[in-house]
T-cell receptor, first 117, second 113 residues
Framework: GAVVSQHPSWVICKSGTSVKIECRSL??????MFWYRQFPKQSLMLMAT?????????EQGVEKDKFLINHASLTLSTLTVTSAHPEDSSFYIC?????????????FGPGTRLTVT | QKEVEQDPGPLSVPEGAIVSLNCTYS??????FMWYRQYSRKGPELLMY????GNKEDGRFTAQVDKSSKYISLFIRDSQPSDSATYLC?????????????FGTGTQLKVEL
């Protein structure tokens, strides 16, 4: 199956600083990638859809100026949490779709655990 | 009402038991159905992918879809302690939605020795 990587796997930062998370599709190209957020013992909440060569599409309630998304190439999308605060501490997961019979299959990265102190 | 309902558990079973995990949904536009397994502090891993009503089997896993009842299930036979994880159902529309998935809340499963 396809492989999606994320970097870093975990990060601790101070309140007010910015943190960049990378999502890469290692063996396939993805014009679209998705960014999710997951709080402990809760399901994945879609934050935004990253589109290669164009602006990201944000879900309702997600601040686009706070969560900056850049889809720089067909294999790389980045999420930057700007001016991070403790409430931004969460598990951030990206996914990328790959075509298969009958539609698309979503492959997820291993996630990035962000802790803001 | 949530678009996808899933019992969060936790569900605890003895090793070797048959496990039944279920989701119901309200959006009749959902046509693709997936089950993911997520270990603690890891990303979800795709287990099963179906797009038609009926059963699909893969090893110890069987996915069942009943579109008329808007109900999907995942059965795990001969459950093992390594199956202990959170199982998430996910769904997608045929067209539109841009390949976005809608997830259930996940069911936490523990298989005990």
């Amino acid at each position: 199956g396809a492989v999606v990587s994320q970097h870093p796997s975990w990060v601790i930062c101070k309140s007010g600083t910015s943190v960049k998370i990378e999502c890469r599709s290692l063996d396939f190209q993805a014009t679209t990638m998705f960014w999710y957020r997951q709080f402990p013992k809760q399901s994945l909440m879609l934050m935004a859809t990253s589109n290669e060569g164009s602006k990201a599409t944000y879900e309702q309630g997600v601040e686009k100026d706070k969560f900056l998304i850049n889809h720089a190439s067909l294999t790389l999308s980045t999420l930057t949490v700007t001016s991070a605060h403790p409430e931004d501490s969460s598990f951030y997961i990206c996914s990328a779709p790959q075509a298969r019979q009958g539609g698309y299959e979503q492959y997820f990265g291993p996630g990035t655990r962000l802790t803001v102190t | 009402q949530k678009e996808v309902e899933q019992d969060p558990g936790p569900l605890s079973v003895p090793e070797g038991a048959i496990v039944s995990l279920n989701c119901t949904y309200s959006n009749s536009a959902f046509q693709y159905f997936m089950w993911y397994r997520q270990y603690s502090r890891k990303g979800p891993e795709l287990l099963m992918y179906t797009y038609s009503s009926g059963n699909k089997e893969d090893g110890r896993f069987t996915a069942q879809v009943d579109k008329s009842s808007k109900y999907i299930s995942l059965f795990i036979r001969d459950s093992q302690p390594s199956d202990s994880a959170t199982y998430l159902c996910a769904m997608r529309e045929l067209t539109g939605g841009g390949n976005k998935l809608t997830f259930g809340t996940g069911t936490q499963l523990k298989v005990e020795l």
